[in-house]
């Protein structure tokens, strides 16, 4: 792995952002290996397919405050919908748009 300094904790702000298939695939095998290492990592994503596979927990932010805060299956439920992306519309109030 590629770290100057080995840290414990990460913060990753779409780190695959304008990568093919293949290099985002090998940012999701690093993230997973961090995380068997037992690193924090924060992950920021706007991808909600990414988000479900490569986070544990969901932290989701509207207007600079964490309107919820759980696994997937905990924002499904609060929301009563069965797509993450519903369901941050939802929690977000960004259903119409910005």
């Known amino acids: 792995m590629p770290w100057v300094h080995r840290p414990h904790n990460l913060l990753l702000d779409e780190p695959t952002n304008g990568l093919d298939i293949g290099s985002s695939r090998a940012v999701h095998k690093m993230i997973a290996e961090l995380k068997a290492e037992g690193r924090c990592v924060l992950f920021c994503s706007h991808i909600m397919q990414e988000v479900i596979d490569i986070c544990d927990r969901i932290i989701v932010i ?37």
Not at 66 to 89: C, H, K, P, W, Y
């Open 62 to 98: 509207a207007d600079g405050e964490a309107v919820a805060d759980g696994t997937v299956d905990d924002l499904l439920t609060q929301t009563g919908r069965d797509n993450i992306e519903e369901s941050f519309l939802d929690l977000t109030g960004t259903r119409e748009g910005w």
